[in-house]
């Protein structure tokens, strides 16, 4: 009995197997002819033919551009938050809750700016049924809940006057959101210095009461 499930889990430990190396090969395709010939300028066909793999593979592991995307990003996603969180709490960070918004802040412009082409692959290629809800995928949520945390603390700190958390953090990440800066990089030509000053005149000096000491 134990023989005939040992040899039962061979086929699902290839397939496990295969299924991880087709995903390596995917990326690492999509990352290269991403960085020749642009995002938007590449097929899912030409993805596939480069990485050797049938479309069907393909679209079984990523159903459409922007999740080949999402995909790629993660691993910078995922290094951003720990960034942030140590930032936020970890040795040496700034008392003020506002100081800490701004390295949040900051940090996303450099992000964003860093894979607009992506970003906008995520928000425009997935269609219909399919297309994400931008205020409920995890990272904004989990931005949100970091950027109302932090008001809601510069409020009980005397920071800042009294607001609605809540709606001044969905403010800050419409302003943050990937079309924004994608139209202020490319159609305005400012650079991610530019576009955090003036996020932080609005949303950290603006909102700021006045010189507080932090003990």
């Known amino acids: 009995m134990e023989d005939q499930q040992s040899t039962a889990s061979v086929p699902q430990r290839r397939e496990r197997q295969d299924a991880l190396e087709h995903r390596r090969l995917i990326l690492a395709a999509a990352k290269q002819i991403f960085a020749t010939q642009g995002v938007e300028n590449t097929s899912m066909y030409e993805i596939a033919r480069a990485a050797g793999v049938g479309q069907g593979t393909l679209y079984r592991r990523f159903a459409h551009k922007g999740e080949l995307c999402q995909a790629l990003i993660a691993e910078d996603v995922d290094a951003y938050k720990d960034q942030v969180l140590t930032a936020l709490s970890g040795a040496g960070?700034?008392?003020?809750?506002?100081?800490?918004?701004?390295?949040?802040?900051?940090?996303?412009?450099?992000?964003?700016?860093?894979?607009?082409?992506?970003?906008?692959?995520?928000?425009?290629?997935?269609?219909?049924?399919?297309?994400?809800?931008?205020?409920?995928?995890?990272?904004?949520?989990?931005?949100?809940?970091?950027?109302?945390?932090?008001?809601?603390?510069?409020?009980?700190?005397?920071?800042?006057?009294?607001?609605?958390?809540?709606?001044t953090a969905d403010a800050i990440l419409a302003v943050l959101a990937p079309p924004f800066i994608?139209?202020?990089?490319?159609?305005?030509?400012?650079?991610?210095?530019?576009?955090?000053?003036?996020?932080?005149?609005?949303?950290?000096?603006?909102?700021?009461?006045?010189?507080t000491t932090f003990s």
């Open 93 to 167: 960070a700034p008392a003020s809750a506002l100081e800490r918004l701004e390295i949040l802040i900051v940090e996303l412009i450099r992000l964003t700016t860093l894979h607009l082409p992506l970003f906008a692959a995520i928000d425009e290629t997935a269609a219909g049924q399919r297309r994400p809800r931008p205020f409920h995928s995890p990272f904004h949520v989990w931005l949100h809940e970091r950027i109302a945390g932090l008001l809601a603390e510069a409020v009980a700190k005397g920071e800042i006057e009294p607001l609605d958390v809540e709606f």
């Open 182 to 211: 994608s139209h202020q990089h490319q159609d305005r030509g400012c650079g991610p210095e530019r576009i955090a000053a003036g996020v932080h005149h609005l949303f950290v000096e603006s909102l700021r009461r006045g010189p």
